[in-house]
């Protein structure tokens, strides 16, 4: 019947059932003595039970054993910046980045010659109580345009953790900021540069004083003072877009229609031949209206623009088979050479200045057009031929389908 039971389980009910058999003999109270009975085996039992719960914990626990901690090799591992252990000048440990851009050699070498650079060397090789704080900038690691910076921190017993942070696009962004600047300055000073010539030529009293140059002048003038204007215009475009990129447009647009509408617009300004090729049942777009608007009057002037007088520009319409909807805006002009192609899109690039600025270009267009579509979540591809003509593709997803993930 006590199968199971502790000898301190068993002490313990014996010791109740004496205490019953007293409280019998002293009060005659029989009732009384079961209840001290009951009670004391039901506690003996409640003890027995914890006890029992706690040997079977640490019995688990016996079995489990100490957690194992990790070493230094596989901590290190899982950093995705390059990070190495130094010790007494040489390499002791380097994560899998660190080995992919300076060579699987480098563990048990010298850091210097791992590290190859001269501020590092400096860093490195001087005492670990007297290590600067800041880090260092390193370039040419992995390739010429790389650029790196190094963070050196004190570990136990006189060893150094070396991390290398790479910091190439933070550089790219700050470079392409500061040629932003300078060309969009470049492109305010040169209209200003020649308003404020003929104004000065003006206030001659003999220049001023003929009509015919008067009149000239002054047509001179208005034109470079809109050749600003749109140039700001265009820069302010440009930002508005830029901080709204990560808001989503939800609107449902129907390119067919903004499309006959551009088309108008355009026609009744320059003249020339556009020719929409319009699929039917194109679902409506996910966008900003205004936006879309924009990015069609920039794609069809632009082939007006430089495609070949008298020809037409044709833009088509159509779903593709993945469900995306796709617009293309074709001229007949004498087409771009493939090295000019990918940097179409960045902001003042022209592959013939002279041409652009005298048709009225800001060299903006694309540059507003491809963060156009990117807020959309689109793709935007350029094809051309030289001597044969341009076509730009974009790509937009319908409203209410999945966005495809690229």
Do not use: C
């Not at 039971?5 to 313990?12: C, E, M, S, V, Y």
């Not at 040997?55 to 899982?78: C, F, S």
């Not at 791992?114 to 007297?130: K, W, Y």
């Amino acid at each position: 019947m006590f199968q199971g039971f502790g000898h301190r389980t068993l002490a313990a009910i014996a010791v109740a059932a004496l205490a019953s058999i007293a409280v019998s003999l002293i009060a005659w109270d029989v009732p009384a003595a079961l209840v001290t009975l009951v009670g004391g085996i039901a506690a003996a039992l409640l003890a027995a039970g914890a006890g029992d719960e706690r040997a079977d914990t640490t019995d688990a626990v016996a079995e489990i054993g100490p957690a194992r901690a990790p070493d230094i090799a596989e901590v290190i591992e899982a950093i995705v910046e390059p990070v190495m252990i130094v010790a007494e000048g040489r390499v002791t440990h380097a994560n899998g980045a660190a080995r992919a851009l300076l060579g699987g050699h480098i563990v048990g070498e010298d850091v210097r010659l791992a590290i190859r650079h001269p501020a590092a060397a400096e860093r490195l090789a001087g005492p670990v109580d007297g290590l600067p704080q800041g880090p260092i900038d390193l370039v040419g690691l992995g390739t010429l345009d790389q650029r790196w910076e190094m963070h050196v921190g004190r570990a136990a017993g006189g060893q150094r953790i070396v991390q290398l942070i790479d910091q190439t696009g933070n550089y790219a962004a700050e470079r392409m900021r500061v040629d932003f600047v300078a060309n969009a300055s470049h492109e305010l000073r040169t209209p200003l540069a020649s308003i404020l010539g003929y104004i000065e030529t003006l206030d001659d009293d003999n220049a001023g004083a003929d009509k015919a140059v008067r009149k000239r002048f002054l047509k001179i003038m208005f034109d470079e003072s809109r050749r600003m204007q749109r140039l700001v215009e265009d820069l302010i475009s440009l930002s508005r877009i830029e901080a709204e990129k990560y808001r989503l447009p939800d609107s449902a647009v129907d390119l067919g229609a903004l499309i006959g509408e551009v088309r108008a617009e355009l026609l009744d300004s320059k003249g020339s031949e556009i020719v929409a090729d319009i699929a039917a049942e194109v679902p409506p777009v996910a966008g900003d209206r205004a936006q879309l608007s924009q990015m069609l009057h920039n794609l069809i002037g632009n082939a007006i623009k430089y495609g070949r007088p008298g020809a037409p520009v044709t833009v088509r319409l159509w779903r593709d088979q993945t469900g995306m909807v796709r617009i293309s805006v074709t001229d007949e002009g004498d087409g771009i050479a493939p090295e000019h192609i990918p940097r179409l899109t960045e902001r003042f690039y022209r592959v013939d200045a002279g041409r652009s600025r005298a048709a009225g270009g800001t060299g903006l267009g694309l540059a507003i057009v491809k963060h156009i579509v990117e807020r959309h979540r689109g793709r935007l591809d350029i094809a051309s031929t030289v001597g044969k003509g341009t076509t730009v593709t974009v790509l937009l997803p319908a409203h209410g389908s999945t966005v495809i993930k690229r």
